[in-house]
């Protein structure tokens, strides 16, 4: 039992690690809006930009998905000119032993960029941000704990009704 506890804590160390890097490497791009180095009405191929400079590269016909060897995914979502960038999730995998302290280290560094004013439910273990009057930031756990979302949208174009 000792190697698995091992185990467990020495893949927690490596992916918390692994997404600290990544922040940290992404620091001086860092816009307020959002991470990693992202924000608001950026034109999508210096978006694009930002994140092959941080080891991300390109999903073949994805449409605006970036892969890191970590594991990690961004997708990005134009405007309606599909030219500037309107939205983008991040997707974190990590391993569902060590969800609630990945949890707790990512909504400490999301309070560090957009400040203690959030909400959180911990029923669905999502906590929310809203960045201004239209745009607002989003993560959770997934159900299956197995990832971590983080999602940065505008509510202007959201499809908010449902049939």
């Not at 978006?47 to 092959?52: F, I, R, S």
């Not at 400490?108 to 009057?133: C, K």
Request: net charge negative.
């Amino acid at each position: 039992m000792q190697i698995s506890n091992t185990f467990m804590s020495t893949q927690l160390s490596k992916t918390i690690l692994i997404f600290a890097a990544i922040i940290l490497i992404s620091l001086p791009l860092m816009a307020l809006e959002g991470l990693p180095g992202l924000s608001f009405g950026m034109n999508l191929s210096d978006a694009g930009d930002v994140l092959v400079e941080l080891g991300f590269e390109p999903e073949a016909d994805s449409g605006g998905a970036y892969r890191h060897s970590d594991g990690s995914k961004i997708s990005l979502s134009p405007d309606n000119t599909d030219s500037f960038l309107e939205a983008w999730t991040v997707f974190i995998p990590i391993q569902s032993e060590e969800a609630d302290a990945f949890e707790e280290v990512i909504i400490d560094v999301l309070i560090g960029f957009h400040g203690t004013e959030f909400d959180y439910d911990p029923e669905l273990r999502e906590a929310w941000w809203r960045l201004d009057e239209y745009r607002f930031l989003s993560a959770w756990l997934t159900g299956d704990a197995k990832a971590y979302v983080i999602y940065y949208g505008d509510n202007r174009n959201l499809d908010l009704h449902s049939d």
